[in-house]
């Protein structure tokens, strides 16, 4: 799980630039240190992928009628995890 975690950090890193913190690392989703997305990582396991991939299809359903560019921004965070989580399971 250690390079996960690396690995969720550098994602925090690349993206941090590009769109708000509210869309990459909100406080409200760290408790205690521990990031909310780290949680559900390690109690989906290999289904994580299948997460990710529901929420960046939620994001493109929806950015047109809610929140826009912040939406595909967030899509874009699930996508980049999707495919780390991919590339760590082939």
Not at 26 to 41: D, F, L, T
Request: glycine fraction near 8%; hydrophobic fraction near 30%; include cysteine.
């Amino acid at each position: 799980m250690g390079s996960y975690s690396e690995g969720i950090r550098q994602a925090f890193k690349e993206t941090r630039g590009m769109v708000k913190d509210n869309v990459t690392h909100p406080s409200h989703y760290n408790q205690h240190g521990v990031e909310c997305i780290e949680a559900i990582r390690a109690s989906l396991g290999d289904e994580f992928e299948s997460y990710c991939k529901g929420n960046v299809m939620k994001y493109l359903w929806r950015y047109k009628y809610k929140n826009g560019v912040e939406d595909l921004k967030k899509a874009q965070v699930y996508l980049n995890w999707m495919i780390e989580a991919t590339t760590e399971n082939d």
